[in-house]
């Protein structure tokens, strides 16, 4: 992952995916709003629906998180969607490929700006980080919902990851829950469709849903 965001260099397809995400030329709203649709989709394969475009990222996400079970299964070495029927799989994986739309959509969003693009590092890396942390730690709760409170048990792995790469100021746990929670704030704030929002209050101050 971090060779991918250019803090270290590499040249697999994670470092293609990352570069292709931080083009200024791609229009990320228009495929944010393509892999939403595809998460909400009675079957978000059909090609009506997973455009040639679309296709592209979601096969990536495929053959990132399910080539090894492939591997186990006797299936191949890669997966793909070439090989998928969606009338075959399981509830599960059905949800599974709901759920890397659903990332996509994420993904792509997050580059959407106002005026002239912006791409931040540090913010991509964090995203990833609760991506890997969510799905790996056994946690029921998606990676958007992890606790971002300076001593959390994420945020402290996450300072820890990111240290030998940004200034320990930018990357403190307290440093890092405000950033957090700065981006977590704005993405309730300003949705794809561009009409605002007023978030839901916890009575607070704080935005629901966030610990």
Known sequence: MFYATGV???????????HEAADPGLDHKALALGYRRMAEAPDPLDPAVCTAELRLGLNRQLHLHWSSRWRREGRGEKASLAAVDWAALSAGEQEEIRGM???????????????A??????????????????????????????PYAPASRFLQFASLALAPFFAASEVSAVALARRLHRARTAAVRRPLSGNPTTPSRDGKGGVQRHR
Request: zero cysteines.
């Open 101 to 115: 739309a659903r990332h996509l959509a994420t993904w792509h969003g997050s580059h959407v700006r106002r005026g």
């Open 117 to 146: 693009p912006h791409k931040n590092v540090l913010d991509t890396l964090l995203e990833q980080l609760a991506l890997i942390y969510a799905q790996h730690s056994g946690l029921k709760e998606g990676h958007h919902d992890l």
């Open 8 to 18: 270290a260099h590499d040249g697999g397809d994670l470092v293609v995916l990352w």
